[in-house]
């Protein structure tokens, strides 16, 4: 499979240097051109060579970006094991929700606009994350339930165990934390599926109720600007190539996880 890959992409190559080839001979043409000899058919001609060559690169070089786009989707595939949720997430961005949409039925639900989501304050959150990072004023998106595999992995991760572990008093105390953010990092503080689903998230209503800690994580599929990680998703964004959207986890933990009954 990987050969014949490799077949393909020769051939368009070839193709795009016999084209090249072509472009400069009818350059050398023009140039050898006088004012005595350019007539309205020679110019029709000319016109025609060029929509002619400009079809044929754009042809080939659209087939050499699907080529392209495959391999990094077959890339990805094969890092399920130690990221499946990342994975997860990516699939639905790059087949623009037409794979992947058994995750979202497994683990929460998808919604096409943001007025969907009933909780005013969730979707008021979601449409300034989405403004913000995605400067857009709507998005499709999905909410993860508190026993969605996300959820499950982001309250076993260190960080979430310190970031709680060092605001516990104030919200036993308050019933509630104000807005943060959170930053997971690979061995630190989490895993490579926190980090290559997540990374860097806002975490939001964090309340006290009947002896559960709640949150919600809010966070967008995207890819930021000068980042070299992620260069060749950047890369796969900017050329439209994936869809970015919202996601929502929702957690929910005993307060008598961190602390200790008397």
Do not use: W
Not at 5 to 19: C, D, F, I, V
Not at 94 to 121: A, L, P, Q, R, V
Not at 168 to 183: A, C, S
Request: net charge positive; charged share 30%.
């Amino acid at each position: 499979m990987r050969e014949n890959k490799g077949n393909e992409l020769n051939t368009l190559e070839n193709k795009l240097t016999r084209t090249e080839h072509d472009v400069y001979k009818l350059l050398d043409k023009i140039d050898s051109l006088t004012l005595d000899t350019i007539d309205k058919f020679v110019i029709q001609k000319i016109e025609r060579e060029v929509e002619n060559i400009s079809s044929i690169i754009s042809k080939y070089i659209n087939r050499f970006e699907i080529l392209k786009k495959k391999a990094i989707d077959n890339a990805v595939d094969k890092l399920e094991a130690v990221g499946n949720d990342a994975v997860a997430l990516f699939r639905l961005s790059s087949s623009k929700f037409t794979k992947g949409t058994e995750y979202i039925k497994k683990n929460g639900k998808m919604y096409n606009k943001i007025s969907e989501i009933k909780d005013e304050k969730l979707k008021e959150d979601v449409f300034n994350k989405v403004k913000q990072q995605l400067k857009q004023s709507d998005s499709r998106g999905i909410i993860l339930n508190k026993n969605s595999s996300l959820a499950q992995e982001i309250i076993k991760s260190q960080r979430f165990k310190s970031y709680i572990k060092d605001n516990i008093e104030k919200l036993i105390e308050n019933k509630y934390l104000p807005d943060d953010n959170l930053t997971f990092i690979p061995i630190i503080n989490s895993n490579l599926n926190l980090y290559g689903a997540i990374h860097r998230c806002s975490i939001k209503n964090i309340r006290l109720e009947n002896g559960m800690i709640k949150a919600d994580i809010i966070d967008t599929v995207d890819y930021n600007e000068g980042e070299m990680t992620v260069a060749i998703f950047r890369y796969l964004q900017e050329t439209g190539q994936l869809e970015n959207f919202y996601f929502v986890i929702q957690l929910e933990v005993p307060l008598s996880n961190f602390v200790k009954s008397k």
